[in-house]
């Protein structure tokens, strides 16, 4: 997979995004919109597919539709991409990835999931 399908990213996030949950999704949206800016290198780019694509991948180490644990694999694979390309998320990607929360999220569960993950990547620099 050489670039990352909105279209795929879309569907999933729509259809999952609530079950994911709030800091998952923002995760995601973190890497995608740090991907699609020309200023991230190549190796950061390819963390960010593997790591999206393990998202997007229908066979898992824990299976999505598994309640309440379905999503954890995920968020592990991704925090350690978004850890290796944190230096490359800028303002920018961070309010979009915001507003774009707000499709799935009320403001309450986007204010911790953003406070708990921004803490994160602030930590790492």
């Known amino acids: 997979m050489s670039e990352i399908s909105k279209r795929k990213l879309r569907n999933k996030l729509s259809r999952y995004a609530l079950q994911a949950g709030s800091k998952v999704v923002y995760i995601v949206l973190l890497m995608y919109y740090s991907y699609k800016r020309s200023e991230t290198p190549k190796w950061a780019k390819a963390s960010i597919l593997g790591s999206i694509a393990y998202f997007l991948s229908p066979i898992d180490f824990i299976p999505d539709l ?44 986007i204010e911790q999931a953003v406070e708990d993950i921004d803490h994160k990547i602030k930590g790492k620099k």
């Open 66 to 109: 598994t309640p309440i644990l379905g999503f954890t694999d995920d968020l592990g694979v991704l925090l350690v991409g978004l850890t290796a390309v944190s230096m490359y998320i800028n303002k920018e990607v961070r309010d979009k990835a915001k507003h774009k929360l707000t499709q799935w999220f009320d403001e309450e569960d």
